[in-house]
């Protein structure tokens, strides 16, 4: 920024009020300015030193499977540094903190604003993908995790929940297109004049009971982070 170099090498009376461009050769060093402008330098430094160190304590937590903590401390180091070099990691670590806090919305909400900050960071996007399958949301899950394993391709975890979500996705769209049916159910039968008649139920999607068994297992069971969606340090 012209200007500000003006106020920082460049005494005021030394500057004309119509100076609209920068003068290199008749600048001059202003000792008072620049001394300033190393002091908010080092204080801007300082601030994101803190907010990593923040970041540390709330892994820290996270390993320790003290949730709660975890999320305070990567609030704090986003209060001082929302928008810093790392601001990307403390937002999705933050997002990690909330799905094992079962706050799947407020997580999403996370993991979209770190990749708004950094879109190709595979983790916010893994993050971003475990938050919606588990509101059910499977076509963005898909989606989240198709981007994730993109940017990160050696992750795992991501595969698998890839393919989780890709398997949902698939049985969803098929029961609502009415596809997913084996046969009919035998219920009782009756004698009658030509014989043994059975009597049938309704229609039953293939592997209903057991399908349906295992989704519910699968949300009850969702402790919001799988370990490698969390590494820690670095993460």
């Known amino acids: 920024d012209k200007r500000k ?27 008072v300015a620049v ?20 970041k540390g304590l709330g892994n820290k937590h996270m390993a320790e499977k003290d ?3 975890a999320l305070e401390c990567y609030s704090a180091a986003l209060r001082l540094s929302p928008v810093g070099p ?6 999705s ?18 993991a979209k604003s770190a990749i708004s900050l950094q879109p190709t960071f595979g983790k916010a996007h893994a993050r971003l993908g475990q938050a919606l399958y588990y509101l059910k949301d499977y076509a963005g ?15 795992a975890v991501s595969w698998t929940y890839l393919n989780k979500a890709k398997a949902k996705l698939e049985k969803r769209q098929k029961r609502s297109s009415g596809t997913d049916f084996e046969d009919v159910q035998t219920v009782g039968s009756y004698q009658g ?23 519910n297992e699968d949300d009850e069971a969702a402790s ?7 590494d820690g340090v670095g993460a």
């Open 5 to 31: 170099l003006k106020h920082y090498w460049n005494p005021p009376s030394a500057m004309s009020s119509d100076d609209e461009e920068y003068d290199e050769e008749s600048s001059e060093v202003n000792p």
């Open 67 to 69: 949730y709660q903590k």
């Open 193 to 215: 004049s030509q014989g043994t008649y059975s009597v049938l139920s309704h229609w039953y999607p293939h592997g209903h009971e057991e399908s349906m068994s295992r989704e």
């Open 141 to 155: 899950s898909v989606e989240a995790y198709e981007n994730a394993v993109h940017y990160d391709p050696d992750n």
């Open 86 to 91: 790392n601001s990307h990691v403390f937002l």
């Open 35 to 54: 001394q300033d402008a190393v002091k908010d330098l080092m204080m801007l430094e300082q601030v994101h030193v803190e907010a990593d160190r923040m």
């Open 224 to 230: 919001g982070v799988h370990e490698n969606h969390y």
């Open 93 to 110: 670590n933050r997002a990690a903190s909330l799905l094992s806090l079962k706050q799947f919305e407020q997580a999403a909400g996370d």
